[in-house]
């Protein structure tokens, strides 16, 4: 699907400069993806470890950059970037598991199979490092989304509109702080 979306475009075609992050899952180092085909960087950058298969690149196997650097804002920094707007979709611990809290005795009440503790564990990880991150960013956007489960797919549209309010709801913030 994603080749068949970002088809052989490669890095050095951009108009805008882009990079992929992902973890070198032998290592645990961030690997920064700058060149090649689009499709595959992004494929790399989001193999969720236990969901999708780790993406063999230059030697390396590479999985999620969640796992190295979160939210890659020293990435961008790296880059020149120098008004950095990152987007938080990573409720804290507590909110993914319980959301808005009207199903928190039911999810207490349930034994998580191996699979929703693995991903638990990753989320964990995940949300340490993102935390001092998002420090690093100008203006952080946050969509509410903690309702919404990380494999609940159907849910794209619900997913994008509400990225899309929580964006024209930061475009005051922006427009202050580029002012």
């Known amino acids: 699907m994603l080749k068949a979306t970002i088809g052989n475009t490669e890095f050095g075609d951009l108009d805008i400069p882009l990079a992929c992050v992902a973890t070198d899952i032998e290592t645990g180092d961030e690997v920064v ?3 090649g085909l689009v499709w595959k960087g992004v494929r790399a950058s989001g193999s ?10 230059e030697g390396r196997y590479l999985v999620d950059s969640a796992i190295a650097n979160p939210m890659p804002v020293s990435v961008l920094k790296g880059m020149g970037a120098d008004f950095i707007i990152a987007v938080n979709t990573t409720p804290g611990v507590q909110e993914r598991l319980h959301g808005d809290g009207t199903n928190k005795k039911e999810i207490k009440a349930k034994e998580p199979n191996i699979l929703n503790v693995i991903m638990q564990m990753v989320h964990i990880i995940n949300y340490r490092g993102l935390k001092s991150s998002l420090f690093e960013a100008d203006v952080v956007i946050e969509p509410q989304v903690t309702h919404i489960g990380w494999g609940d797919f159907h849910r794209a549209q619900e997913c994008i509109l ?3 309010l929580a964006a024209q709801a930061a475009i005051p913030e922006i427009k202050r702080k580029l002012a």
Not at 48 to 57: D, S
């Open 33 to 35: 993806i700058r060149h």
């Open 48 to 57: 969720v470890p236990v969901i999708l298969k780790a993406i063999g690149r």
């Open 162 to 164: 509400q990225g899309e």
